[in-house]
């Protein structure tokens, strides 16, 4: 194998356990034992658990909205903000939801983790801030929309709900958080209108 490759199917190891048994199982030596590898060939590639977590997550936050955004290829842009919102209504939502909470977890106790999350939530941002500008380009939401802010207050809602319903505080079930997310889109619009 070429060093890409190797560093690939390293990466690739390291998604495949991040996504079955969570983040902090992306480990050197599990990655190592999933290669039939030692140790030290993955440490060539990254300097440390943490720079292999970092890589893994945004790795596997990469496919994960690639797939999502296939899906979503040609609905129309109110489905589109809805489903970077609310998220999808598959069985992607149980994977989703485990990795951010992992990231989440280990981008208080590791540097490299928290640029990898910061760089996820960017992407998400701009893809809110560009359905909100097509949207208003075509006239299909309010002129008004002030795209960062309304992202910002969008993702923060989500993102608060998804703490409230880890620590069993308030709406914790999923359906209760759709709905409290889909009633926030409509002030957002109708705010702006």
Known sequence: MTKDERRAAIVNAAVALVT??????????????????????????????????????????????????ETQRGADLRTRLDGLIVGPEDAHIATIGHLWKDALAAARMSETVRLAVCEALGDWRHSIVEVLAAGRAEGVFPAAIEDERVAARLMALALGLDVFADIGFGASDHAGRVAVLREAIEVELRAAA
Request: no cysteine.
């Open 20 to 69: 079955e048994k969570g983040l902090a199982a992306a480990t050197v030596r599990a990655v190592a034992a999933a290669l039939g590898a030692s140790p030290g060939q993955i440490h060539h590639h990254f300097a440390s658990a943490d720079d292999l977590r970092a890589e893994a997550f945004r790795e596997a936050w990469r496919r994960i909205v690639a797939d999502y955004l």
